[in-house]
């Protein structure tokens, strides 16, 4: 008998949600404060590369695994003209980048950003403007990347020193259309016509390639979910994934209802699967629209972005703690839980602005967030399982009762490896829990790696980076197909077991 504070996870591995995709561990880099210049491009940094690519955040973004990188925006992209960022450095335009009042040099721009890829072995996803820029524009990108030489953009990127085609695969058609800050907004109708003539042109460019449909901008538009549903009207046949993007915040100062935001994440994707499935029904469509999850991260302390017309200035440089880094490990934890639907997702953003990352011109930096994310980067592969929870209950002011325990599991068949993720929300308790593999029994539970502390709000800085770090800890032993551990207060335990 076990007494109600203890909690038990169920794991068979024939309970399948999904196969998981790798593009779930992706990232977004953004013209916007410092990611670009300064974060990945820094020629004034003694860590810079013959190119002026940071050769230590480079090494980083490689540990960290991002399958893919969606860029140049955000924000950004709705007034980013493509062709000022290619050819000789010194004949490209200085701008005024209106988005975040700021100097863009574009001393980094297309071909710069290809390199930087393929340095760290990730897919470009990239965006085409669909605020001031035209259907043409789009089109011209994609001829830009992916056509064989022969024609004028094709030829372009030859003479700037590329013959090849990169053959970007994933293309987003704008960004956060639906928001009034956005340059060149457009309403629902407009928006979907726009983005259905831009798809149709980019695939006669390309017929490989797959798109992202701008969804909402954040569940708390007042135009959501109808935005989503006008625009998947006009586009369902035309685009692969529908995008959502979401900013966690703690304004409120209340950790239990913010560690249990899982719950407002799966709800804004219970959402838009209803409206996928809704328009698949009403256009008689025979394929599947998968979902986006193209910007989300925490961002609350420093929503900065006024840049003041200089050039990389200080922007949205959050410093992450503890409860952040928790809010984190369990968003990754409803990435699997809802990999069905869920294909993509895009860690806003990669270094300096709202970033696990912060550089100095001569240092790094890894914030408590860096932790969970890696962890998934690495470990997350096969297939997502449905584990059974059975976990005690806390009350939150925003969602009501929640289970103290935060689970998701993968299982990579061909590695013989199952990998379990627990967050405990609970302030103050440990969490007495006991593990059950129902079918197949690990051999053993290879390593057990946590992220732990007392206090929620502890968090790493150039003095005292190691503050809040992945520990591995003993590995429970494994008894007929049971293990049991005790899980710290304001924990990510992950267990990664051999089968
Ligand atoms: O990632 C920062 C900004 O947040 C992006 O530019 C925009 O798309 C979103 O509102």
């Given amino acids: 008998m076990s007494s109600s504070s203890e909690s038990h996870v169920y794991i068979d591995t024939n309970r399948v949600i999904s196969a998981i995709s790798p593009l779930l561990f992706s990232g977004f880099a953004e013209h916007m404060g410092r990611c670009v210049y300064e974060g990945i491009y820094d020629p004034a940094s003694p860590h810079a590369d013959e190119n002026g690519l940071r050769k230590d ?189 979401y900013y966690a915040t703690n304004f409120e100062d209340d950790t239990p209802s913010y560690l249990a935001l899982s719950a407002e994440f799966e709800s804004f994707v219970d959402t838009l699967t209803g409206v996928l499935r809704y328009v698949k029904a009403i256009r008689r469509s025979k394929r599947d629209v998968y979902l986006s999850w193209d910007e989300w991260n925490v961002w609350y302390k420093d929503r900065s972005g006024d840049g003041g017309w200089t050039e990389a200035p200080h922007l949205s440089e959050e410093v992450y703690n503890l409860e952040d880094a928790l809010v984190v490990a369990q968003w990754m934890n409803v990435f699997l839980r809802r990999s069905d639907v869920l294909k993509v997702a895009c860690l806003a953003q990669i270094v300096n602005v709202i970033s696990p990352l912060t550089t100095t011109r001569d240092s790094l930096l890894k914030h408590t967030t860096y932790y969970p994310i890696a962890l998934f980067n690495r470990l997350a592969s096969g297939d997502a399982l449905d584990v059974a929870v059975k976990a005690p209950i806390y009350e939150t002011k925003k969602f009501g009762a929640m289970p103290l325990l935060d689970v998701s599991s993968s299982y990579d068949a061909a590695a013989g490896s199952n990998v379990v993720y627990i967050v405990n929300r609970s302030l103050t308790e440990d969490a007495p829990l006991t593990i059950h593999w129902q079918n197949r029994k690990p051999t053993s539970v290879k390593a057990v790696y946590q992220l732990a502390g007392t206090d929620p709000k502890a968090a790493n800085s150039f003095e005292n980076p190691n503050a809040v770090v992945t520990k591995t800890i003993a590995a429970p032993a494994v008894r007929d197909g049971q293990s049991q551990l005790v899980l710290p207060p304001l924990s990510f335990t992950v267990l990664e077991c051999t089968l």
């Avoid at 003479?159 to 309403?187: F, S, T």
């Avoid at 006669?204 to 006008?230: F, K, N």
């Fill in 57 to 245: 955040v480079l090494a980083v973004l490689r540990e960290m695994n991002y399958r893919s990188i969606r860029y140049p925006g955000g924000n950004f992209l709705s007034g980013y003209r493509w062709e000022d960022g290619v050819g000789p450095r010194d004949k490209r335009p200085v701008r005024r980048d209106l988005a975040w009042r700021s100097i863009e040099t574009n001393q980094f721009g297309t071909d710069e950003f290809m390199a930087f890829c393929k340095q760290i072995g990730t897919a470009p996803m990239m965006g085409v403007n669909m605020g001031t820029g035209t259907i043409q524009d789009a089109a011209n990108l994609v001829e830009y990347c992916n056509a064989p030489t022969g024609t004028k953009y094709a030829d372009m990127r030859a003479a700037n020193g590329h013959r090849d085609p990169y053959g970007v695969k994933y293309w987003c058609v704008g960004n956060e259309m639906d928001g009034p800050w956005q340059i060149g907004h457009l309403d629902a109708v407009e928006y979907g016509q726009k983005a259905r003539e831009a798809a149709k042109m980019m695939r006669m460019q390309d017929s490989s390639i797959e798109l992202v449909l701008c969804g909402s901008s954040h569940s708390a538009m007042p135009t959501y979910p109808e935005w989503d549903r006008v625009a998947l009207e006009f586009c369902y046949d035309h685009v692969d994934y529908h995008s959502m993007h």
